[in-house]
Antibody, heavy 118, light 110 residues
Framework: QLQLQESGSRLLKPSQTLSLTCAVS??????????WSWLRQPPGKALEWVGY???????FYNPSLKSRATISVDRSRNQFSLNLTSVTAADTAVYYC??????????WGQGTLVTVSS | QSALTQPASVSGSPGQSITISCTGS?????????VSWYQQSPGKAPKLMIY???KRPSGVSNRFSGSKSGNTASLTISGLQAEDEADYYC??????????FGSGTKVTVL
């Protein structure tokens, strides 16, 4: 059974960089034609797709993030990561990692709350 | 990218059928058969219920079904049960390797 687990910075000040890692267990991150994704959900609000990294290594991001996001993969550790620069209070959210295939997300992490506050 | 439009809330009595709409545009729902639906209970991660408009993952009840017409996708829950009470989100491919979610619908079982 595939499992995903987020970890990383939970409390940030405005202008800092958010760094999260998603550890994948139960299968190799390099197997299959999957993409590895980050999504987020501000408290009480809707889900938002942040971006993903294809099995090929190509990355794609939500245009609304205006080039602040970077997703990378560490195949030796079977994990992938999200960096989001210049955070503001609007980036406060539960961040989820997920596996994506053909435009849908079939496995999700439990989510981690990241708070941006001065 | 504006969120897909969903009704804020839908309710029904046990045993009834309800339908949740998800309205997009010619740039997303209307152009691709790549709509998915997620169920989210409070404090939990979303769960995939429907993908590629009509397909159900293994283990999801056949009381859940999906459809699409033009720029609007729909999720129908038949034989509504108390356990179906949750938030539901649609998601569509929007071209150029991007995805867009709906605004979310709270389903209440009366």
């Amino acid at each position: 059974q595939l499992q995903l687990q987020e970890s990383g910075s939970r409390l940030l000040k405005p202008s800092q960089t958010l760094s999260l890692t998603c550890a994948v267990s139960g299968d190799s991150i390099s197997s299959g034609a999957y993409s590895w994704s980050w999504l987020r959900q501000p408290p009480g609000k809707a889900l938002e797709w942040v971006g993903y990294i294809y099995h090929s290594g190509n990355t794609f991001y939500n245009p609304s993030l205006k080039s602040r996001a970077t997703i990378s993969v560490d195949r030796s550790r079977n994990q992938f990561s999200l960096n989001l620069t210049s955070v503001t209070a609007a980036d406060t959210a539960v961040y989820y990692c997920a596996r994506e295939i053909v435009a849908h997300f079939d496995y999700w992490g439990q989510g981690t709350l990241v708070t941006v506050s001065s | 990218q504006s969120a897909l439009t969903q009704p804020a809330s839908v309710s029904g009595s046990p045993g009834q059928s309800i339908t949740i709409s998800c309205t997009g545009s010619s740039n997303d729902i209307a152009s691709y058969n790549l709509v998915s639906w997620y169920q989210q209970s409070p404090g939990k991660a979303p769960k995939l219920m429907i993908y590629e408009v009509t397909k159900r993952p293994s283990g999801v009840s056949n009381r859940f079904s999906g459809s699409k017409s033009g720029n609007t996708a729909s999720l129908t829950i038949s034989g509504l049960q108390a356990e179906d009470e949750a938030d539901y989100y649609c998601c569509s491919y929007a071209g150029s390797s991007t995805l867009i979610f709906g605004s979310g619908t709270k389903v209440t079982v009366l």
